[in-house]
């Protein structure tokens, strides 16, 4: 692994390191806090993690953190679960986030995109008076520190106020977007009783509308806590009886009222795909978030105030967060809203074209399709003001290092990241000072204690072992909501190695420093003692033209076999004929494992998908073990059912 690219696919320039944020944080940070001056970021990584409790209080200081009442330590408790950060300090995320709006009141705080391409902004003293407003109202209605509120609204510069007006008020936040059925929904919100709910009447998608007032009725039907529902008119239609209207709420010019809360309140709910069961509702803390996404987006990613920030991402995935959070920085953030592919697979490099945007975010999966379409980004868009194209959802497989290098520029900052819903932020990653090889993230992340480890908890390098963090992470849950006794929160991450974070990924790290990600460790395959991560098998399948999508699965049967059928989902006009049969078997032979060649290869008409896009791999195992459906999935967490049930079909039909 560690030799496998010699040479770097982007270098950073002199001058590039010497203008980054962290290059000066780190001069900063050796003056007043004794960090090394010397050793680049690896050396500044390692004191970040031997001395956490300095690393986090020189954070808070380089981003000026307020906190009204301050803390008496960084760390009370390091214990995980349990670590304590900060106590005494009380603090407020929405005052850090439009802190903007005091020396840029007219700059773009937000650039609003939808499938018109057409971009209106919205001010940053726009921003904060409408929050100002929006606050106000929800104070008047009863909403206090710790009440839920929640909005089931697609990416549009209300979700962004709604967020930030319940967050001024110590609310806890939580989101779905519209394109979630009632069922999805509810499964989500009724575990933390919102008293209020933001919706709109419908959204548009791929050049359709799409009427959602049968689901916000149901959804009002169905959340006896609510005391307010507000209707986002994003269709044009009129509120429903007994709804309050949007814009009444935010006319007026009130200036927001930043409730004082502890470090420690929670700030939002975000949920895990709920595959095979009630997802987890897991709640971060405004001060955790506040300091994890400071240093994220202004040290890794390198956002400031000249920057604008485009992820395409909807309200129902944590990158939504991670976007708005953009606004910590004093960067614009771009919100889209729509079809990611309309009205060509070209459509959001033109929108980073319209937007001006520098740091340009999507997924692996979008990257694979427009190379597979020939898409040709430099082409067709003047894409000259983005200096870093960022991916994740899923590893990004070498090839699309090499097309992004090729087809968008030579000299761009290609920075694929792995994190998780779970910390709402990433483990390793973007970082604008450290060399770029093919299929590899750059570096574990500040304060991050990254490791991988065998089975008895030894540590790895150049081989591939669960990812593991062994030092608490500002922004990892506090608690699970409804999970009174932590034993469902203990249970998803410190099982394994007690004490240890296990997050449920293979990786490798390399002897150079850098991350790579194999897929899910609950999904390994291991045949012959030899594991390996499905994303392996799908980045070396899917660059066959003929292959649109597939699915890898490795079932343990009753007398002690292993089958391993790969399902393809063939791109129009292809057809699984012998020779397709042997070049597939020969491509995972020849560049994988000869060990990892399928049993079988069969077509299918598609492959199932979380709500946020992941591919659902443990569920189908299930289903070919021969679990029912209702018991082998929440059938409300995937984007087609039906595709489920050819699975389960096909189970049945092999007995």
Known sequence: ??????????????????????????????????????????????????????????????????????????????????????????????????????????????????????????????????????????????????????GYLPNIPQAVVALLATAAVGGVWTSCAPDFGARSVLDRFQQVEPVVLFTVDGYRYGGREHDRRDVVAELRRELPTLRAVVHVPLLGTEAPEGALDWTELTSADVEPVFEEVPFDHPLWVLYSSGTTGLPKAIVQSQGGILVEHLKQLGLHCDL????????????????????????????????YDGSPGYPDTGAQWRIAERTGATLFGTSAAYVMACRKAGVHPARDADLSRVRCVATTGSPLPPDGFRWLHDEVRDDLWIASVSGG????????????????????????????????WDADGKPLVDEVGELVVTNPMPSMPIRFWNDPDGSRYHDSYFD?????????????LTSRGSVVIHGRSDSTLNRQGVRMGSADIYEAVERLPEIKESLVIGVEQPDGGYWMPLFVHLAPGAVLDQDLLDRIKRTIREQLSPRHVPDEVIEVPGVPHTLTGKRIEVPVKRLLQGAALEKAVNIGSVDDVELLRFYENLARERG
């Open 496 to 508: 394994t190695y007690p004490g240890v974070w296990r997050h449920g990924d293979w990786i490798t």
């Open 421 to 452: 819903t779970d910390v709402c932020s990433c483990f390793a990653g973007a970082v604008p000072t450290l060399p770029v090889h093919i299929g590899e993230l750059q570096a574990p992340c500040l304060g991050t204690d990254l490791r991988s």
């Open 304 to 335: 400031g105030p000249g920057d604008r920030f485009f992820w395409y991402t909807s309200t129902g995935w944590m990158m939504w967060n991670f976007l708005v959070s953009g606004l910590l920085t004093g960067t614009t953030i771009v919100l």
């Open 1 to 150: 692994m560690s030799t496998a690219n010699p040479s770097p696919l982007w270098q950073p320039t002199a001058e590039v390191v010497a203008r980054a944020q962290v290059t000066k944080f780190q001069a900063w940070a050796a003056e007043e806090h004794g960090a090394p001056a010397a050793g680049g970021y690896p050396a500044l990584h390692r004191w970040s993690v031997d001395h956490l409790d300095t690393f986090w209080k020189a954070v808070t200081e380089w981003f000026d953190v307020r906190f009204p009442t301050p803390f008496t330590r960084v760390l009370g408790d390091r214990s995980m679960p349990g670590a304590q950060w900060f106590p005494g300090a009380t603090v407020n995320y929405a005052e850090h986030a439009l802190r903007a709006a005091g020396t840029r009141a007219g700059d773009p705080a937000l650039l609003h995109v939808d499938e018109t391409h057409e971009t209106v902004a919205v001010t940053w003293s726009e921003l904060r008076r409408q929050v100002g407003s929006l606050a106000a109202e929800l104070r008047s209605l009863g909403v206090r520190p710790g009440d839920r509120v929640s």
